[in-house]
C-alpha cells in the first residue's frame, strides 16, 4: 500500500529531548459512528485454498493519493548526525534458536509484512497473503489468500485490498486480521476479522466498516483492553476522495461486541487537523490490562519546522455512541 507521512529522521523516545510535545486541540470534535455494513462468519482457516501464487513485480492494487504535506524540513547544511555508527563492531555472542521460512514474498511492493505471536502460534500476513504457523515452524493453515478469509462479507471487502495487520489479544486469547477493503467502486472500507476461539487457525467473525468516498490509508490496529469500554484502538490517514489529505483518524471499535460476535459492534472515530496524521494507538503486549477509564493513546512525530511529538486521548463511549479527543 502507498505509504505516507514517513518520518524523515530516525526518533529514539529515551532520553530525547523534544521540541515540542503537543496535546493539541482539535476543532472536529463530532464523533463518527460507523456501524458494520455488514456482518459474517468465515470458514475455518483449514479449510481455505492453499494459495503459493507469486505475482511479478506488482504495486499493491490502490491510488496513489497527494503526499502528507508539509513532511520533510532538511536540518542545518553539514551538520553530521551525532549518533551515526562509524565504526564496525564485533558481533554479539547469541545462541541461536529455531528458525524458518515464512510466506515468500508475492511480488508486492512494498510487502506490508506482519506478524503477531500468541502463546504456541505464529500468525503472518504478507500484503496479500496470510498463514499460521506453530512455534517450531510446522505451518498449520495457508497461506492462503486473504480475501478467502473475507469472501463471506461480499461487496466491499470482496476485491481489492491492502494494508493487512494482525494482533494477538492476549487478555480473550484471541486474533485480530484487519485489510482495506474496495470492491473497485468509490467506496473504501476497513475489513476486520476476530477469532471465534483462541484457535487463530479456525473461523473468524467479520465485520465491513464503511468509510464513504475517503480513502483509509495506512491503518494501524491495537488493543486496550480496559473493563468498560472495551477497544481494538485503530488510526488512519484519511485522503478525502482518494485524493487530499484531510487528516488522521482516531477510532476505536467496540471489543466487547466483536469478541462476542455482535453484528452491531460500532467504530468511533475523531478526525485530526489536517496538519497531522502518521498515528500510532496504544497497544496492549503484556498480561497487565489497563485501569478502567484509562483513555486510548495516540502518538505521532510531525516533522514539521520545528518538529513536534503529539499525544492525544480518545475517550469511549459505546454504550452512548460518543467520544472525546
Not at 158 to 168: A, F, I, K, Q, R
Not at 276 to 297: A, F, H, I, K, N
Request: aromatic share 10%.
Amino acid at each position: 500500500m502507498v505509504r505516507v507521512g514517513k518520518v524523515v529522521r530516525t526518533l529514539t523516545l529515551c532520553g530525547l529531548a523534544l521540541t515540542t510535545l503537543a496535546f493539541a486541540k482539535t476543532n472536529k470534535d463530532k464523533t463518527i459512528v460507523t456501524h458494520p455494513f455488514g456482518f459474517a462468519v468465515s470458514q475455518p482457516i483449514t479449510d481455505l485454498p492453499i494459495d503459493y501464487t507469486v505475482f511479478a513485480s506488482h504495486v499493491t492494487p490502490e491510488p496513489r493519493p497527494v503526499p502528507l504535506r508539509g513532511r520533510a524540513v532538511p536540518g542545518p547544511v553539514g551538520q553530521e548526525d551525532p549518533v551515526a555508527q562509524k565504526q564496525v563492531l564485533p558481533e554479539v555472542s547469541a545462541t541461536q534458536g529455531i528458525r524458518f521460512d515464512g510466506i515468500s514474498s508475492p511480488g508486492y511492493a512494498p510487502s506490508d509484512s506482519n506478524m503477531a505471536i500468541g502463546p504456541t502460534e505464529i500468525v503472518e500476513t504478507v500484503n496479500v497473503q496470510f498463514a499460521v504457523y506453530n512455534k517450531s515452524g510446522a505451518t498449520l493453515a495457508g497461506p492462503t489468500n486473504i480475501l478467502n478469509i473475507f469472501s463471506p462479507l461480499g461487496g466491499l471487502c470482496s476485491s481489492t485490498y491492502g494494508d493487512p495487520v494482525v494482533l494477538y489479544d492476549r487478555p480473550a486469547d484471541r486474533w485480530v486480521l484487519s485489510i482495506i477493503g474496495n470492491n473497485g467502486s468509490s467506496t473504501q472500507a476497513e475489513c476486520v476479522a476476530v477469532s471465534k476461539t483462541n484457535n487463530p487457525a479456525g473461523a473468524y467473525y467479520l465485520y465491513g466498516y464503511s468509510f464513504g468516498a475517503n480513502l483509509n490509508d495506512y491503518p494501524k490496529l491495537s488493543t486496550w483492553a480496559t473493563a468498560s469500554n472495551s477497544a481494538y484502538l485503530a488510526t488512519y490517514n484519511i485522503f478525502v476522495n482518494f485524493q487530499n489529505f484531510g487528516g488522521a483518524d482516531l477510532c476505536g471499535f467496540d471489543r466487547t461486541k466483536m469478541l462476542a460476535g455482535d453484528s452491531t459492534a460500532a467504530q468511533l472515530c475523531q478526525m485530526t487537523p489536517d496538519t497531522e496524521g502518521g498515528y500510532l494507538p496504544s497497544d496492549l503486549d503484556g498480561p497487565t490490562v489497563p485501569t478502567d477509564g484509562t483513555p486510548g493513546l495516540f502518538i505521532t512525530w510531525q516533522n514539521n519546522s520545528p518538529g513536534q511529538l503529539y499525544l492525544r486521548k480518545l475517550t469511549l463511549n459505546f454504550g452512548a455512541g460518543t467520544s472525546s479527543l
